[in-house]
């Protein structure tokens, strides 16, 4: 069968699945052409995919969220949320329960492990919080409702149905949040294909319930972006001049901090001037703004999440996760010492 007639086969078949279905998703001339064209480049039975799609349901809270203005609240409101003491010792109790797993995914992939913990406590609190949306439903909705993310969308949906034949799994199965962001790391559909990790071998990529998996995919996503053990990560700069253009540039790692410093920073602290860096800005007081350099490290988790604010609350909640951890702060305070308190409480009366 040549192209054509196979083409012609395809939207003859579409055409009775969508009239046989009387659903108004897969009727939509645009919808049509998404399912002979997802058919034809992957290998897809056309009614395979219009079955899904009769199946997803439009939820327009999500295109309701999609069009807020996008605001972005200023670090010291920011901050908060992120490095706080819930997360900070729900980090360090996750270290210790699960200590040697963690050793055996961070050496194999040259990663700090309070900074992979510090990701998955930012993205859902390590599993608690993945989100309940079906992800065909969310994709959908946004791919076929929201026309300046369409394309984007319609990728990430086709991702979605590759995922799920390579998984074995059945498409409508899987939940995330509204965007279409999966699993402990919230990786879209394009991303887990990508990044995702079997650590147990046990032929599945389960990013939702196995702690394994979830974590060896973060630390690939970071050794595969370049991730530096040991390296440099932030700090803080004085900056003489008009950083506006510095800053609009804050996700291209292209200026060593001799060409910055040549551009009007001035390091506060002693580095290693031959490395690259980008210089952004925080507002840490209401109204004063402070400048930053952000080397290898930090670059690495914008390509996470592209947010200077979130690659700052990441690194923070890192360190303050590794201290609590050494400290033992995540652990219960022994009973015995609050009796001997309430004693000499006693005695001093």
Same mark, same amino acid.
């Given at each position: =069968?040549?192209?054509?007639?196979? /083409? ?11 009239? =046989? ?10 919808? *049509? ?21 009769? *199946? ?53 992939? *040259?990663?700090? %492990? ?11 609190? +390590?599993?608690? +919080? ?7 439903? !969310?994709?959908?909705? $946004? ?7 369409? !394309? ?29 962001? =999966? #699993?402990?790391?919230?990786? =879209? %559909? ?30 690939? +996503? ?38 910055? $410093? !040549?551009?009007?920073?001035? %390091? ?18 209401? #109204? ?21 604010? +979130? ?25 015995? /010492?609050?009796?001997?308190?309430? *004693? ?6």
């Amino acid at each position: =069968m040549n192209f054509k007639t196979l /083409a012609a086969a395809i939207l003859l078949t579409l055409s009775s699945t969508a009239i =046989m279905a009387d659903d108004e998703l897969i009727s939509r001339p645009e919808v *049509q052409q998404y399912i002979n064209k997802t058919a034809m480049d992957h290998g897809f039975a056309p009614e395979e995919i219009a079955g899904w799609l009769q *199946q997803a349901e439009f939820k327009g809270n999500i295109i309701n969220i999609l069009d807020k203005p996008s605001t972005s609240r200023p670090w010291h409101e920011f901050e908060a949320n992120f490095v706080n003491k819930t997360r900070i010792n729900n980090g360090a109790k996750f270290w210790r329960e699960n200590a040697i797993l963690i050793g055996d995914i961070t050496r194999k992939y *040259q990663v700090a %492990p309070e900074v992979l913990l510090a990701i998955l406590g930012a993205e859902t609190n +390590y599993g608690r +919080y993945t989100g309940s949306f079906r992800i065909v439903d !969310a994709l959908s909705t $946004i791919a076929f409702n929201y026309p300046r993310r369409a !394309a984007y969308f319609q990728g990430e949906l086709t991702q979605l149905f590759l995922l799920a034949r390579e998984e074995k799994k059945d498409p409508l199965s899987f939940k995330g949040s509204y965007a279409g962001a =999966m #699993g402990w790391p919230q990786f =879209m %559909p394009t991303s887990f294909r990508k990044w995702a990790q079997d650590w147990d071998k046990d032929g599945y990529h389960d990013i939702w319930n196995n702690p394994g998996d979830a974590m060896a995919s973060v630390a690939y +996503y970071l050794n595969q972006h370049g991730w530096q053990d040991g390296g440099d990560t932030y700090t803080a700069v004085n900056f003489n001049g008009d950083p506006s253009q510095l800053v609009a540039d804050k996700f291209k790692l292209q200026y060593t901090v001799d060409e910055l $410093i !040549a551009k009007g920073v001035m %390091p506060i602290n002693e580095i290693n001037t031959k490395q690259q860096a980008v210089l952004y800005t925080l507002e840490t007081e209401p #109204g004063f703004i402070q400048h930053f350099l952000g080397f290898n490290n930090f670059y690495v988790i914008t390509r996470y999440n592209k947010s200077t604010l +979130y690659a700052t609350a990441v690194l923070q909640l890192a360190d303050e996760i590794k201290k609590a951890y050494v400290n033992g702060d995540d652990l219960p305070k022994p009973a015995v /010492a609050k009796k001997d308190a309430k *004693q000499a409480d006693k005695s001093k009366k």
